[in-house]
C-alpha cells in the first residue's frame, strides 16, 4: 500500500478520456497534482480531512507516468452511479437532446445574462427540439433548480429521471 499527497489544483474540469480505442467525456472532473499512475484508476482521493472527495479516472501524461496532472470524477458523481447500479443494475440518465456550453465573455452582451447555459446545438427530434429549444438560447432554470453553467445544466439533467416532465425557463434574444 501507498499514498502519495498533492492539492487540488482545478475543479469543474472537461475532458475526453480516452483507452485508444472508446472514449468517454467528463465534464466535471478534478484536476491534482498528486502523482497518479497508470494502474491507479479507481483509486480514492482524499481531502486533508481523510474524506473521500473523488475516484482517480485519469492522468495526462505523454510519457505514461505521472507529470503532474491528474484527474477525479467527484465522489458525489460516483454515489449517484454506486446507487443507480445498487438499485436498477445499470445507470440511467436524463437527457435533453443539446450541447451545451458556458456563456463566453463575447456572448454575455449578446444573450442578456452572464449566467445560465448557451444552447450551441440541438438535436433534431430530441426532447430539447419538441419543447421548442433552439440553438442560441440560453437555459437558466430546469424543475426549479437555477442553471448557472454548462456544468449545472448537465449535472441537473443527467440527475433527472428519462422521460420526466420538467419546467424549462431559458432567454431568447434577451428575453
Known amino acids: 500500500n501507498t499514498m502519495t499527497t498533492g492539492i487540488v489544483s482545478a475543479l469543474h474540469r472537461k475532458s475526453d478520456i480516452s483507452d485508444g480505442v472508446t472514449g468517454r467525456f467528463y465534464p466535471s472532473l478534478i484536476q491534482t497534482d498528486a502523482a497518479i499512475n497508470r494502474g491507479n484508476s479507481g483509486g480514492p482521493l482524499f481531502n486533508i480531512k481523510g474524506e473521500l472527495i473523488g475516484i482517480n479516472v485519469a492522468i495526462y501524461s505523454p510519457t505514461g ?8 470524477i467527484p ?11 445498487i438499485a436498477k443494475g445499470k445507470v440511467t440518465r436524463g437527457s435533453l ?15 442578456g ?6 444552447v450551441k446545438e440541438v438535436v433534431v427530434g430530441g426532447p430539447a427540439d419538441k419543447g421548442g429549444i433552439q440553438a442560441g438560447d440560453v437555459i437558466t432554470k430546469i424543475g426549479g433548480t437555477p442553471i448557472v453553467d454548462e456544468i449545472t445544466l448537465r449535472d441537473t439533467v443527467g440527475s433527472t429521471a428519462p422521460g420526466s416532465k420538467v419546467d424549462i425557463n431559458y432567454l431568447r434574444d434577451g428575453k
Do not use: C, F, H, M
Not at 75 to 85: E, F, G, R, W
Open 75 to 85: 465522489s458525489n458523481t460516483a454515489k449517484y452511479v454506486s446507487d443507480q447500479l
Open 65 to 72: 507516468t505521472s507529470v503532474g496532472i491528474g484527474y477525479a
Open 97 to 111: 437532446g443539446l450541447v451545451p456550453q458556458d456563456i463566453t465573455a463575447d456572448e454575455r452582451g449578446i444573450v
Open 113 to 118: 445574462t452572464s449566467t445560465g447555459a448557451y
